[in-house]
């Protein structure tokens, strides 16, 4: 899929976005002042915050795998998506460190890859 037609279609989403990165960034930098139901409430709207934009990730590459997102982690600097492909074997780190998105991988035998 083209990139303008990707951003296109996820315009309406950008200021949903926006509110759940904010509250993310609010949780994350005053955790005493955010409750633990509302806490809960975060992190789940975060996880759909990155799930929403890694599924962006797959509809650009077009690739030709399936994609394990069932797995996250939560430490003190952020919060991560575990996206795994099936293909590859190989998990990718997708999340929100502070206040920065990052995407990492390690990959091993580099040289297989096309």
Same mark, same amino acid.
């Given at each position: =899929?083209?990139? +303008? &037609? $990707?951003?296109?279609?996820?315009?309406? &989403?950008?200021?949903?976005?926006?509110? !759940?990165?904010?509250? #993310?960034?609010?949780? @994350?930098? @005053?955790?005493?002042?955010? +409750?633990? !139901?509302?806490?809960?409430?975060? /992190?789940? !709207?975060? +996880?759909?915050?990155? $799930?929403?934009?890694?599924? @962006?990730?797959?509809? /650009?590459?077009?690739?030709?795998?399936?994609?394990?997102?069932?797995?996250?982690?939560? %430490? *003190?600097?952020?919060?991560?998506?575990?996206?795994?492909?099936?293909? =590859?074997? $190989?998990? #990718? %780190?997708?999340?929100? !460190?502070?206040?920065? /998105?990052?995407?990492?991988? *390690?990959? *091993? @035998?580099?040289?297989?890859?096309?």
């Amino acid at each position: =899929m083209e990139i +303008n &037609k $990707i951003i296109t279609q996820n315009a309406p &989403k950008f200021n949903k976005w926006e509110e !759940q990165h904010q509250e #993310f960034l609010f949780e @994350n930098f @005053n955790p005493v002042s955010v +409750n633990r !139901q509302e806490s809960e409430r975060i /992190f789940f !709207q975060t +996880n759909e915050l990155l $799930i929403d934009i890694a599924n @962006n990730f797959f509809a /650009f590459g077009k690739f030709k795998d399936e994609w394990d997102t069932s797995k996250c982690s939560l %430490d *003190y600097t952020g919060q991560h998506l575990l996206l795994k492909s099936k293909k =590859m074997d $190989i998990e #990718f %780190d997708w999340g929100l !460190q502070e206040d920065r /998105f990052f995407l990492q991988c *390690y990959i *091993y @035998n580099g040289e297989n890859l096309r």
